[in-house]
């Protein structure tokens, strides 16, 4: 009977951390609008790596879930890593 995915939010993230990364967020955006587009790109890369590592590191016991651990952990790290290849990339 476990076999099906939870859908009630007793097995969601928490919701202080939720907001956590809603401020971070936030600030990012305040950043991106003041006209430091890196700064605010790196910002949102470094919350999403962490989340996802926080997620593959913690598990369960993680503040921060949306699906399966795998899920989580692979679109967050792939998230900020990518969006700092993404900017950095014409760059080089």
């Known amino acids: 009977m476990h076999d099906h995915p939870f859908v009630s939010e007793a097995h969601e993230g928490k919701p202080w951390f939720e907001w956590l990364v809603a401020g971070v967020t936030g600030i990012a955006v305040v950043v991106a609008f003041l006209g430091y587009a890196m700064a605010a790109t790196v910002i949102i890369s470094v919350a999403a790596i962490v989340t996802g590592l926080l997620r593959l590191v913690l598990r369960d016991r993680s503040p ?11 679109i967050g790290i792939a998230l900020g890593v990518g969006l700092l290849f993404t900017y950095f990339l014409p760059m080089l």
């Open 64 to 74: 921060w879930k949306v699906r399966s651990v795998a899920f989580d952990s692979f």
